[in-house]
């Protein structure tokens, strides 16, 4: 009778391309390392042991979700930036600040490339930097406080490491604090 970990393993691999293949269960059983009636999945005294497939994972698991212009995120790293999903793209944060969305679809796009958080009042000072830089164009509006540097642009992986110069510069042109979604607390009165 299976338990624990061996459980779980067998359900993994059920759904591997290898089982598909026909590879037999205890090949599957061994690319998972050590799961045996000795290695239970009650917590042992000194320590615990790593998940084997969370490091290596088994032919057929997730693969990594596609990081669009990832070259942006390598240029930030230095400030640690944290990046969520929206909009479809993702979303590039140094500290509260929300500075960059790296965006990049599949079919042509006249929005795809690096949209710079910013205002309406910089746009005209960001425009001498960045000749490439324009409002986008997806949300239907002429001037947005998003701006995009073109991913077609001859000049865009300049214009974005010049970018991310700027945010690593702290200029205050580029990065808005978002709003926050919920409202606020009311103080309770006795």
Same mark, same amino acid.
């Given at each position: 009778? =299976?338990?624990?970990?061996?459980?779980?393993?067998?359900?993994?691999?059920?759904?591997?391309?290898?089982?598909?293949?026909?590879?037999? =269960?205890?090949?599957?059983?061994?690319?998972?390392?050590?799961?045996?009636?000795?290695?239970?999945?009650?917590?042992?005294?000194?320590?615990?042991?790593?998940?084997?497939?969370?490091?290596?994972?088994?032919?057929?698991?997730?693969?990594?979700?596609? %990081?669009?212009?990832?070259?942006?995120?390598?240029?930030?790293?230095?400030?640690?930036?944290?990046?969520?999903?929206?909009?479809?793209?993702?979303?590039?944060?140094?500290?509260?600040?929300?500075?960059?969305?790296?965006?990049?679809?599949?079919?042509?796009?006249?929005?795809?490339?690096?949209?710079?958080?910013?205002?309406?009042?910089?746009?005209?000072?960001?425009?001498?930097?960045?000749?490439?830089?324009?409002?986008?164009? %997806?949300?239907?509006?002429?001037?947005?406080?998003?701006?995009?540097?073109?991913?077609?642009?001859?000049?865009?992986?300049?214009?974005? =490491?010049?970018?991310?110069?700027?945010?690593?510069?702290?200029?205050?042109?580029?990065?808005?604090?978002?709003?926050?979604?919920?409202?606020?607390?009311?103080?309770?009165?006795?």
């Amino acid at each position: 009778m =299976l338990q624990g970990m061996e459980w779980l393993v067998l359900k993994k691999f059920s759904r591997s391309s290898q089982y598909r293949q026909g590879t037999n =269960l205890l090949a599957g059983l061994a690319l998972c390392g050590d799961i045996g009636p000795y290695n239970s999945p009650m917590p042992k005294p000194g320590g615990k042991k790593p998940i084997p497939w969370l490091d290596n994972p088994l032919p057929g698991g997730r693969q990594r979700k596609f %990081v669009p212009h990832e070259f942006v995120l390598d240029a930030l790293a230095e400030l640690s930036p944290r990046t969520n999903p929206m909009f479809g793209c993702l979303a590039v944060y140094v500290g509260q600040k929300i500075v960059l969305v790296l965006r990049d679809k599949r079919t042509p796009d006249a929005d795809n490339g690096v949209w710079l958080a910013t205002t309406p009042d910089h746009h005209a000072s960001l425009r001498r930097e960045f000749p490439s830089l324009r409002s986008i164009k %997806v949300f239907g509006k002429p001037v947005t406080g998003w701006q995009v540097l073109p991913a077609d642009a001859p000049d865009f992986e300049e214009a974005a =490491l010049h970018a991310c110069e700027l945010v690593m510069a702290g200029d205050e042109r580029i990065g808005k604090v978002p709003k926050s979604r919920r409202p606020p607390k009311r103080p309770r009165t006795l």
